[in-house]
């Protein structure tokens, strides 16, 4: 599915967390680990007197030193560090153009530093070509609990499953499914005083969600029957419910649609509140 775990590092305590996920991610993949470090000329610099030379030297010691220290904790692991010039947000996604799997560290609820501040971060994660996946807090702090879905059954795209399936089966976890919906049962139009046929009622509505998630499902089911798949169809906000199954999980996963808009990529709704206060490695992985 992926040709590397590439981890983009600006020397902050939250992307050397990310790179410790993303290391454990390699091994379990069997990939080799890229360490990118996106470099210009006139980034913003808590000390903005050193001359470039200087920050170069110190981007390079930082790629070095932990690319060292994550091959003597994964000696397995074939790891390299690269510094490259240009907008962070940029290269971060030409490197999920080039079939890596890129990963972002993110800070506290939201706010993220250095080459991945805020705008770049969002950036990254909506113009990028395949998943990206955000890590906040340290790797030893993530649940052993199941992959979470936030699946939206009116346009449940293959790219959108695979990536779900796959995780559970490499992570050797169970898959949770949640589609969030609210039900609103319709009654027809009538004259006053006549009899009309009503629309259909909240069970009926739930026994063909239950139906249309059981048919998405089975094929990915048959595909990875190691996973054991729980499908979940509760009421309420997306956002809140999302944000309450993501605790004790492992890992959730949601999508974006990849689609050209005048002002550029956007995120949904509910995949950006979840960019912000998901407390657990979060993916977002496009689809048309």
């Given amino acids: 599915m992926f040709r590397s775990i590439t981890v983009g590092l600006d020397g902050s305590a939250e992307s050397l967390a990310a790179a410790d996920w993303a290391a454990g991610e390699a091994r ?23 001359d470039a030379a200087a920050r170069r030297e110190r981007c390079d010691a930082m790629l070095r030193a932990t690319a060292e220290r994550l091959a003597r904790a994964h000696p397995e692991l074939e790891v390299v560090g690269r ?15 080039e079939g890596a799997l890129l990963v972002v560290g993110s800070r506290g609820l939201g706010a993220v530093r250095g080459v991945l501040l805020g ?3 969002q950036a990254t994660v909506a113009g990028a070509p395949g998943p990206v996946t955000v890590v906040r807090g340290e790797p030893e702090d993530v649940p052993a609990g199941p992959v979470v879905l936030g699946l939206d059954l009116t346009q449940p795209a293959d790219e959108l499953l695979e990536f779900a399936f796959d995780a559970a089966a490499t992570h050797g976890a169970g898959l949770r499914v ?3 919906w609210n039900p609103t049962p319709t009654v027809a139009p009538v004259a006053v005083g006549v009899p009309g046929p009503v629309g259909p009622t909240t069970e009926e509505l739930a026994g063909e969600l239950r139906e249309t998630l059981a048919a998405t499902l089975r094929p990915w089911q048959a595909k990875y029957p190691e996973v054991t798949v729980r499908a979940e169809l509760p009421f309420g ?8 199954a993501a605790d004790g999980a492992r890992l959730v996963v949601v999508g974006r649609r990849d689609r050209s808009v005048p002002l550029g990529p956007r995120l949904g709704r509910v995949t950006h509140s979840l960019l912000h206060h998901c407390p657990v490695p979060l993916t977002v992985v496009p689809h048309r």
């Fill in 178 to 180: 949640v589609h969030v």
């Fill in 83 to 97: 510094r490259q010039t240009g907008v962070p947000s940029v290269v971060l996604r030409a490197a999920v153009a």
């Fill in 237 to 244: 906000r997306a956002t809140r419910v999302l944000r309450e």
């Fill in 119 to 121: 705008s770049v971060s």
């Fill in 28 to 50: 379990r993949r069997r990939l080799p680990l890229r360490l990118l470090a996106a470099w210009t000329a006139d980034a913003h610099d808590l000390t903005p007197y050193v």
